[in-house]
């Protein structure tokens, strides 16, 4: 799994749950990954983020994760850029938060995004739609042990929705 897919927290997709699984041993820093250079559309294992349309994202910067040893793991991005596309609008945010991941006794995940972060959080029926969130400040959700949701996001940050700015 690569780095930059781990740095757009995500808080319900397998992909964040396989990158995270297996990480053992003394706390240690991976170099940093550069991030994709060309355009990609924003999908995780669940489709596509917004509801009825697609977004085209473009990172700048480097991304580094750290082992805490006990599974456990903290990603950083310093100076990262992303500059999400769709429906002829643009908007760029600076993403530097930092994510610490913590697996509980029961193989399920606590995750504490602060700072500056991309939230990808797909549709959960009878409980919210799909979509992409803008945080800042201190949030945190669940991961259930097979990569669920376990608890949406929430915490005293902000949030602003991605994708009521970028809807048609």
């Given at each position: ?109 606590e995750v504490v995004s602060v700072g500056k972060n991309l939230l990808i959080v797909p549709k959960v029926d009878g409980q919210h739609a799909e979509g992409l969130y803008y945080t800042t400040g201190n949030v945190n959700y669940a991961l259930t042990p097979t990569g669920g949701e376990g608890r ?17």
């Amino acid at each position: 799994m690569k780095n930059w897919l781990t740095r757009i927290a995500m808080p319900v997709t397998v992909a964040a749950t396989a990158a995270l699984a297996g990480i053992a041993g003394p706390a240690a820093a991976a170099p940093p990954t550069p991030n994709p250079t060309d355009p990609f559309v924003i999908q995780d294992f669940f489709g596509t983020d917004c509801p009825g349309f697609e977004v085209t994202a473009q990172l700048t910067g480097k991304s580094k994760e750290i082992s805490q040893g006990n599974g456990g793991v903290i990603a950083i991005s310093p100076g990262m850029t992303i500059t999400l596309s769709a429906n002829g609008k643009t908007l760029t945010y600076l993403i530097t938060g930092t994510t610490h991941t913590q697996i509980l006794p029961d193989g399920s995940r606590e995750v504490v995004s602060v700072g500056k972060n991309l939230l990808i959080v797909p549709k959960v029926d009878g409980q919210h739609a799909e979509g992409l969130y803008y945080t800042t400040g201190n949030v945190n959700y669940a991961l259930t042990p097979t990569g669920g949701e376990g608890r949406l996001f929430s915490g005293p940050g902000r949030v602003v929705d991605v994708c009521a700015l970028l809807a048609p």
